[in-house]
């Protein structure tokens, strides 16, 4: 059983960088196939997804968020890192990590149970 598990600040304030890693457990961030996203939902609002890196490393982004979006990854610890850069109020939302099914990168099968990341001054 594959198992998520977000953590980072809680509070980030205006202009600053959004930061929050994913632990893995139960399966290998390097394993064929998979891409590890984060997705995201502000209050009210629907799910959105941010961007991922495949197994071999490779990284996608929204191209609403591309430009402030950079993911990496930590190998020996089995984790990945998203950094949300310049962020605004509208950035406040559960931030969730999560592993996708095989081959696919906008479905995904298991989740962390979410972050609340909320972005005030």
């Known amino acids: 059983q594959v198992q998520l598990q977000e953590s980072g600040p809680g509070l980030v304030k205006p202009s600053q960088t959004l930061s929050l890693t994913c632990t893995v457990s139960?399966?290998?961030?390097?394993?064929?196939?998979?891409?590890w996203g984060w997705i995201r939902q502000p209050p009210g609002k629907e799910l959105e997804w941010v961007g991922a890196?495949?197994?071999?490393?490779?990284?996608y982004g929204s191209p609403s968020l591309q430009s402030r979006t950079f993911i990496f990854r930590d190998t020996s610890k089995n984790q990945f890192t998203l950094h949300l850069s310049s962020v605004i109020p509208e950035d406040t939302a559960v931030y969730y990590c999560a592993r996708s099914l095989s081959s696919t990168l906008y479905a995904y099968e298991y989740w962390g149970q979410g972050t609340l990341v909320t972005v005030s001054s």
């Open positions: 139960g399966g290998n961030i390097t394993a064929r196939t998979y891409y």
């Open positions: 890196m495949g197994y071999t490393g490779n990284t």
